[in-house]
């Protein structure tokens, strides 16, 4: 496992991203997602569950709209306003007894224990960006009722490249605000350019448009929001698969699907279930 220092001045403005996506979403989108959390979850009517570091909220929204009573929580008071945004837009009319929105951090364990307990907790690509992985993760657990399912994802330890990102996303931070879309262009760009080569060495169009309508599909994300996140987001720290499961399952949980990126980078998922009662 490895861990970075991070100073309190280098944290990426993450609601203020997911302020930009909320413009270009629309209901493509919002459907993309849904048919994400029915393949993840299935029926989520009458569950209770936590979406820990909502973000622009739309994981919130679609769990919302299949009948599922959502508690949503982020540390950045803009992905806080974001999600309220979509609430007032999208949601049902009688949604103020199904769906709360509250501002908070999952390292505060006197919050996160007022919240109570949860059919699901889901925090994706959310618990490596506190600054304390491995307490978030301890702390997004113990909100997980008796046979509950746990969804994380977290970014993949790569070793020396995890922290070749890492001096990346410091630049970005460090920069002038005018010039970090310049960064994250030139950082995309290179990447692009790598990823065109390979598609090429396959004999495949290398041209990436069909990769970037996948990631339209993919939970109904954006590709520039993606890259965004991506080059900026601090706090940043990585794990190994191995670790995650050996963590959760002396917390008595069992992985019940798991989908790496091997040796590359990004985010591996995961989803647990409960085995039994846990003291939180």
């Given at each position: 496992?490895?861990?970075?220092d ?17 413009e270009?979403l ?7 997602a849904?048919?994400?959390?029915v ?5 989520v ?22 009948g599922a009573?959502?508690?949503?929580i982020?540390?950045?008071h803009e992905?806080v306003?974001c ?6 837009r ?9 769906w ?10 006197q919050?996160?224990r ?15 960006h ?6 978030a993760?301890?702390s997004a657990?113990n ?26 996303k ?7 605000k005018?010039?970090?879309?310049a ?5 995309a ?15 495949q169009?290398?041209?990436?448009f069909?990769?970037w ?9 954006s ?15 990585v794990?190994r698969?191995?670790d995650?499961?050996e963590?959760l ?14 040796n ?10 409960k ?6």
């Open positions: 496992m490895t861990h970075f991070e100073q309190e001045t280098e944290r990426f403005a993450f609601g203020s991203n997911w302020k930009s996506f909320l270009s629309d209901d493509h989108r919002i459907e993309q849904r048919q994400s959390i393949e993840s979850l299935g029926d009517n009458g569950l209770r569950v936590l979406d820990l570091g909502c973000g622009s909220g739309l994981f919130s929204l679609v769990t919302h709209q299949q009573r959502v508690v949503s982020d540390y950045d992905s306003a999600t309220q945004e979509l609430k007032g999208f949601a049902k009319p009688d949604s103020e007894q199904g709360q929105i509250d501002q908070g951090s999952a390292l505060d364990d919050f996160m007022s919240l109570g307990s949860f059919d699901v907790v889901y925090s994706w690509g959310v618990l490596h506190t600054g304390q992985m491995w307490k993760i301890d657990a909100r997980v009722a008796p046979k509950g399912r746990l969804l994380i994802s977290l970014y993949n330890d790569q070793g020396s490249a995890s922290r070749r990102w890492h001096r990346i410091s630049t970005y931070n460090r920069l002038p005018p010039l970090r879309n960064w994250v262009v030139f950082i760009g290179i990447y692009e350019c790598k990823f065109a080569l390979a598609r090429l060495a396959k004999l169009n290398p041209l990436p069909a990769d309508r996948a990631k339209r599909e993919d939970r109904g994300m590709v520039w929001h993606d890259w965004v996140d991506w080059v900026g987001g601090l706090p940043f720290e794990a698969p191995d995650v499961v963590r399952a002396a917390k008595n949980f069992v992985l019940d699907h798991l989908k790496t990126v091997g590359g980078w990004g985010c591996n998922e995961y989803r647990f279930k085995t039994n009662r846990n003291e939180a």
